[in-house]
């Protein structure tokens, strides 16, 4: 029986603007939206809508086989400055953060 893939690949997306690496908050904001880290890092309302005032501030509970042992539910964390955030952070130790690999 042969398969026919219905799904067709959208269109690739305009070219984007090369970042300013000398600007390191423009280049920040670049990377943030590379990584598409909104979309875990913002809590979203009873729509799915990511709630502007809470860009980034965490708290969206994500459910799945995270450990391997069937579905369990964890909440993103705050990556504002925020006290409850990264206020704790220095560049070293963010960079280490992401970096691990379990
Ligand atoms: C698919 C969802 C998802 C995406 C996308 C995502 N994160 Fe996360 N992130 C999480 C979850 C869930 C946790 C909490 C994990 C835990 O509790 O062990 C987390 C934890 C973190 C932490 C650890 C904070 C701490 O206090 O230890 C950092 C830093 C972080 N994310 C940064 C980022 C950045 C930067 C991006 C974008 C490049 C990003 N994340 C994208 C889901 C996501």
New binding site residues.
Partial sequence: MQVRNTLQPLPPPDRVAEPDKSNPVKYGEY??NA???N???TPTDEHNQPIPDMYLSGGEP?TGPWTGKGPIT????N?TPDPSG?AYMNEAL?IK??RVVP
């Fill in positions: 990377l943030v990584g598409h880290c979309d875990c890092h994500l964890v909440s993103s964390l990556l990264l963010f953060t992401l």
